[in-house]
């Protein structure tokens, strides 16, 4: 096992009704500023929840953080912020409000451009306002981590960044918010929580058995649940274990002690930034054909992966290889998720615009080997074609 220091000083409110309990988990007199997204805040009575339990706070409003949380958007944020003078945040919504609420509480504090704390991936983050979140779709971790991401439209760039004074103070899960989620919202968190699983887990040996169980049981636990989360939103069983799922999947626990991997998230970030794909459709196109050109560095973590996750054993270490990541695919084509290039009427000439990308951005020396370079990149595009 690797040395490594784990810290996660989040709180988790887990449960039906718990926003309730905001009014005690928020500071006493703080000036808080609610950010959300579009109008589901407001159509499922959400954010009218949030907004009577802080009934005795000063409370301001931000909403039309995008999917893609934009930087110009969360810059106006940063402006409410500080011609208000507020002192706490809440996010309200999924990952793309956490990740933007991550960068506000940052930027509002930072003492150079804003743009320095994506360009540097957060190291140069010196200190952050407290903030809370109320979780309404599971998918990205973000509720009990320290990472975000953020798009520039004009400069076509989706950068991540990352830094231990921007872990939430407090996160409330409620299940019950992921009801009346969309099918392909609920669809992409499952694939989300599942390719951040891998991307820690699936790389090479280094005597982590527990690791390697915990993460295997999110794995083996998103194959079960995630076709009854969308046969039945309203199951709440499923959202829970759902919900859980994505939380510890990316709350630095997995990873803990293991080589992690995240060229398939570094390459999709860019499929998004130029082509417009969700993030979790980049990941389901490029995951499979990652595994494929990867196959003889990730050899032993590949044939674990088919046995213990798709009970591959039959066959010969390349014929198990290609079965698990057959099944793998499968497995996000059955969420209705569709894995290739060509099915989002896409083809050979996005290859070199995204090459340039992972260039520009320096992302050349990816993976858990820093072997991953454009080249390989390369060779992963035209597999996923």
């Known amino acids: 096992m690797l040395s490594f220091d784990f810290h996660n000083p989040t709180k988790i409110i887990f449960g039906k009704g718990r926003s309730s309990e905001l009014g005690k988990l928020v500071p006493a007199g703080a000036k ?45 944020a940063v402006a409410v912020v500080k011609a208000e003078n507020l002192d706490f945040l809440l996010a309200v919504g999924g990952g793309s409000v956490l990740d933007g609420t991550k960068f506000v509480a940052a930027a509002a504090l930072c003492e150079d451009d804003p743009w320095q704390i994506l360009l540097r991936h957060g190291a140069n983050v010196k200190k952050a306002l407290p903030y809370g979140t109320v979780l309404t779709l599971p998918a990205t971790g973000s509720e009990m981590n320290s990472g975000g991401v953020v798009s520039r439209i004009s400069h076509k760039a989706k950068l991540h960044f990352s830094n231990s004074l921007l872990f939430p103070q407090f996160s409330v899960l409620d299940p019950t918010k992921s009801f009346t989620l969309p099918e392909q919202q609920l669809a992409n968190g499952v694939i989300d929580a599942f390719v951040h699983t891998m991307e820690q887990y699936l790389t090479y040996p280094v005597d982590s058995p527990l690791q390697d169980r915990f993460a295997e049981g999110l794995l083996l636990t998103l194959i079960d649940i995630g076709p009854k989360v969308l046969a039945n939103p309203q199951d709440y069983e499923a959202q829970a274990s759902f919900m859980w799922c994505a939380t510890l999947a990316l709350n630095g626990l997995i990873g803990a002690g293991v080589a992690q991997d995240w060229s398939t998230h570094m390459l999709g970030h860019e499929i998004t930034a130029l082509y417009g794909l969700d993030h979790a459709q980049t990941l389901a196109i490029i995951l499979p054909s990652m595994l494929q050109q990867r196959k003889k560095s990730k050899q032993k973590k590949l044939l674990q992966y088919a046995e213990r996750v798709w009970n591959i054993t039959q066959g010969s270490d390349d014929e198990n290889m290609d079965q698990a990541i057959e099944k793998t695919r499968q497995f996000f084509e059955s969420l209705g998720v569709k894995t290739r290039f060509a099915d989002y009427k896409l083809g050979a000439e996005i290859i070199s615009p995204l090459i340039a990308q992972l260039e520009n951005h320096h992302m050349t020396r990816l993976g858990e080997h820093n072997d991953v370079t454009p080249e390989v990149c390369r060779q992963v595009l035209e597999k996923s074609l």
């Open 32 to 76: 808080v500023l609610i950010l959300y997204g579009g109008q589901s805040a407001n159509r499922t009575g959400t954010l009218a929840e949030v907004q009577k339990a802080l009934s005795g706070f000063e409370v301001h409003l931000f909403g039309g953080i995008e999917p893609n949380p934009s930087f110009d958007t969360l810059m106006k």
